[in-house]
């Protein structure tokens, strides 16, 4: 499995060479640099400084393998309880689920891994708390030759992005935790049900008949969740798309006081995102959510300023009642009535 996801992330011929020890050195300089940058960009204060690393396709790929082991540990420990109540061959059933989910996991990540740029972990491979922010190195130095950016700006930019997401989990006290918990509810819900498959053909039916897309933005696991799994998931796509939509706004803003390619990096960014090639693939795995949260985030937050003001925003994060609905991302004048 290890050779197949290496072969699927592949590699970038600079990775292997001095560029790498260079790379590191300057996103440790930037990162400090733009976090002094952001607490006046988004009104929220950054405790500190975090952890700073450059790594490789394959080393983002394990760290994320690692870290969605030990979030999945609880409900994989109750699966396999469950199962080995029907003897041996219940245990090997179990067995064998947590290796090929684990396989699937990896193959999404080797596809991912070619396309990443940054990552703020919040939860480190150890399964600990975290404050890293791991900048995956063969991707930033392939994107600024192909579209010759000039590396210095775009290499501020990649760290201001991911920078913005660090103010808002370390600068909102009570965000990381409702995050997580979110994401344990949704472990927690994922239980076999009887008779699932039955309503799933159901479900598909019914979107034929209504000449839906058989398999909408969130992809296999929204097809087959449970409603109270999907009750969850409209609460993580509303809380993402306002996050990344909040990050995206100050990343160019800043960019465009900063930098003067920055209306070039963010065209060519949001035009990766569009590829048709890979259109389908988003759609399958439940990526093309991840997409559509950017957009409307984006939008969300623009007309929140627009309607009121950049300030108003951050109304937000006074507590979790405060966050925007799935509904209300889409109207944010709804938002607006109720929160503001």
Do not use: C
């Not at 590699?11 to 790498?20: F, G, I, Q, V």
């Not at 190195?137 to 192909?146: A, D, K, L, S």
């Not at 003001?309 to 209300?328: D, K, M, Q, V, Y």
């Amino acid at each position: 499995m290890g050779r197949l996801v290496a072969r699927i992330a592949g590699t970038y011929p600079l990775a292997e060479t001095y560029h790498t020890a260079a790379l590191s050195a300057e996103m440790q300089r930037l990162t400090t640099q733009v976090s002094e940058i952001v607490p006046e960009a988004t009104g929220l204060q950054l405790p500190g400084s975090p952890d700073t690393t450059v790594i490789g396709r394959t080393e983002w790929i394990e760290r994320n393998v690692a870290t969605f082991a030990h979030l999945t540990e609880p409900a994989r420990r109750q699966l396999e309880e469950r199962m080995a109540e029907s003897g041996p061959a219940g245990q090997r059933a179990a067995s064998m689920a947590g290796t090929l989910m684990q396989a699937e996991t990896r193959a999404v990540l080797s596809i991912l891994s070619r396309k990443v740029l940054g990552q703020y972990e919040l939860v480190l491979p150890t399964g600990e708390s975290g404050d890293t922010v791991a900048y995956v190195g063969p991707n930033i130095m392939q994107m600024e030759r192909t579209h010759q950016f000039r590396p210095s700006e775009f290499r501020f930019w990649v760290a201001l992005h991911e920078l913005t997401h660090r103010a808002q989990f370390q600068g909102v006290a009570w965000l990381r935790d409702y995050f997580l918990s979110l994401v344990t509810e949704l472990v927690d819900q994922s239980k076999p049900e009887q008779g699932r498959l039955g309503h799933v053909m159901d479900e598909l039916n019914q979107r034929k008949a209504a000449g839906r897309p058989l398999i909408d933005e969130r992809g296999l696991f929204g097809l087959f969740a449970s409603p109270e799994q999907n009750a969850v998931l409209d609460k993580v796509q509303a809380l993402m798309s306002l996050l990344e939509g909040h990050g995206h706004v100050v990343m160019d803003r800043v960019g465009a006081e900063h930098l003067r390619s920055q209306k070039r990096m963010s065209r060519v960014l949001k035009g990766r995102r569009q590829d048709k090639r890979t259109a389908a693939f988003f759609r399958l795995t439940g990526l093309e959510m991840k997409i559509k949260q950017y957009k409307a985030g984006e939008r969300f937050v623009l007309s929140v300023e627009r309607e009121a003001s950049w300030e108003t925003i951050n109304l937000a994060f006074r507590g979790a009642s405060s966050l925007p609905t799935l509904a209300e991302i889409e109207n944010p004048g709804q938002w607006l009535d109720r929160v503001a």
